[in-house]
Each structure stands twice: as C-alpha cells, then as structure tokens.
C-alpha cells in the first residue's frame, strides 16, 4: 500500500505575505487559427501564466497551471473561429476555476505574425512581420481580454530636417533663385533628416474580446509612422520609402499621436470604457539613447480628444 505524498503546496508559509503574481513563463506552444474559407494560421507562441497567492498558502500548484494551458490550447486547435486573445481568456478563466483560492487569472501570449504584401513601387510580392501581443484578466466579476500588436516602421526627425530646409533655403538664396521658387522646390522635394527605426506598439482591452480585428490593428500601427518598412526593396522601392518618410516627418510624439487617431477613425464601435494602450519607441540614429513616447486612455477620452470635443 503507497503511502500518500504531502501537499507541501497548501501548508502555510513561515512568512505570511500574499504574492500577487504567482506562475510560469515562457511556455512555448504552437497554436493554429482556423480561418473561414482560408488556410488556418499557425503561431509559435509565448505564454505567461500566473495566479494570485493568499498569505496563507505557502504555493500555487506550478504544475496545475501547466495542465491548464495544455488543456486550453488543444481546444484552440480543435476548434474553428478562434481568436488569439480567446485563448487567453480561456485559459485564465481555467485557472480561476482550478484553484479555489485564487481570487485573480492572468495569462498573457506573444507570437510572430507574418502577412503578405507587395513592395510599394515594383510591386514584388514579399512578407511583413508583426508581434501578436494578446492578454487576459479573470476575475469573479468577469473576464477582460487585451488583443494587440508590435510592428517595426522607419520615422524621420521634423526637427533636423528643419534644419536642412533652412540650409537648402540659405544655400538657394544665395545662387539668387527667387524666393517664390525656393519654396515651391522645397515643398516637391522634402529635404534630409535623421532617420530611425520605430517600434510601433498598440493594443485594445475590454470586456470579454475587443471588436477589432487584428490585421485592422496593424494596419493602423504601422501608419503612425512616417513610412512602412519591407523586407525587400528594389531601387525603386528604396526611392519610395525615402521620399515617404522625409514627405510625412514625425516625432515619437506625433507618432503616438497618429496611432489615437487611427484608433477613432478604424474602430468606432468600440466601447467607451475599452482601454488603448500606444507606445512608440524610436532607435535613434545620431544619439546612444532611444525616444519613446506613450498614452493610455480609454476610447471615450480618445475620442474626445481627437474630435475636438
């Protein structure tokens, strides 16, 4: 007859001090979304997976969690219509279920996105990639889900290019062009500026799952700033993104900015309360440190904002 092993896991702690995040990280899983009509979307994915500790529990049951995610994400792939952050939601209302003790479920997903695309000039077919960020909350009240993305995009400082207008404008003057045709030459042919590398992130959190659909969110991501990046460029397309960025130069600032007002315009039908989280980290190319700019608002104080209200 086996002797029955202690549960050491629901002793008491000799400190009694409750945890707010108890749980794992970095659980690789492959997750497929099926699509209608369309070939299923296959993710490498990230979780992270925690719970909330009282103080009289000295642990969480790791192992329980993991049981938990598997169990949540073989439902994923055996079912049609599934959306990223459902799988979080379902997930974290498991664990609030499975552990009578815990009064909180976080689970929180990242994977690689890629999407087809044609290069803006020559029209070669190429591929984008974009970070899924994906998240939810479980509580008894109900479940919160936060679906959203990270994308790479170039910027060009308004600031410094300022500065070559006004040495072009100088140099112009002084070759005795009329004042009329300096400028007209100015704005056909925008002039240098430093250039980054901008990291556009932008996600949305509501109750239950956000109405937007991913792709709509990358496409507003990738606007805010001053010209999308491909991973191929013939001379042609080079020529493109260049002009694009230096026409539509924009601080981190104003890229932050841009995303609230992509936000408005694309999802209108989004609740007042739902919360948009925007970032715009820019690598800057002439300093050692980096820009960043952020706002965290709901849709309603967006909204206002945005239409002058």
């Known amino acids: 007859m086996s002797q029955q092993l202690p549960d050491v896991q629901a002793s008491s702690p000799d400190v009694a001090v409750g945890l707010n995040r108890v749980g794992v990280t970095g659980v690789e899983k492959l997750v497929k979304i099926d699509r209608e009509e369309k070939r299923p979307i296959v993710l490498m994915a990230e979780f992270d997976v925690y719970v909330d500790l009282p103080s009289w529990r000295k642990g969480a049951d790791m192992s329980r969690n993991m049981e938990v995610v598997d169990e949540t994400l073989e439902a994923a792939v055996s079912n049609s219509g599934y959306r990223v952050e459902d799988v979080c939601g379902d997930a974290a209302e498991r664990l609030l279920e499975k552990h009578d003790y815990t009064t909180k479920a976080e689970v929180s997903m990242e994977a690689e996105y890629v999407t087809r695309e044609e290069t803006p000039a020559s029209g070669m077919a190429t591929q984008s990639t974009a970070d899924i960020i994906a998240s939810a909350t479980a509580t008894d009240e109900g479940t919160r889900e936060e679906i959203g993305t990270r994308v790479t995009g170039m910027t060009v400082c308004p600031c410094s290019q300022g500065m070559s207008a006004s040495r072009a404008r100088e140099t112009l003057q002084g070759l005795g062009v009329e004042d009329d045709t300096i400028e007209q030459f100015l704005d056909e042919v925008p002039q240098a500026g430093h250039s980054q590398r901008g990291h556009a992130t932008l996600t949305i959190e509501s109750e239950g799952s956000p109405d937007v659909d991913l792709n709509d969110l990358i496409e507003v991501a990738r606007d805010s700033m001053s010209a999308r990046i491909y991973n191929l460029a013939k001379r042609p397309d080079e020529d493109h993104m260049t002009y694009e960025a230096h026409a539509d130069a924009k601080f981190v ?54 239409n002058g209200d």
Do not use: W, Y
């Open 253 to 306: 600032e104003d890229c932050v900015r841009a995303m609230a007002e992509g936000v408005v315009e694309h999802f209108p039908n989004l609740p007042e309360d739902a919360i948009v989280t925007m970032k715009q980290s820019n690598d800057e190319s002439i300093h050692q440190h980096n820009a960043h700019a952020e706002r965290v608002a709901t849709v309603a104080d967006l909204q206002g904002e945005v």
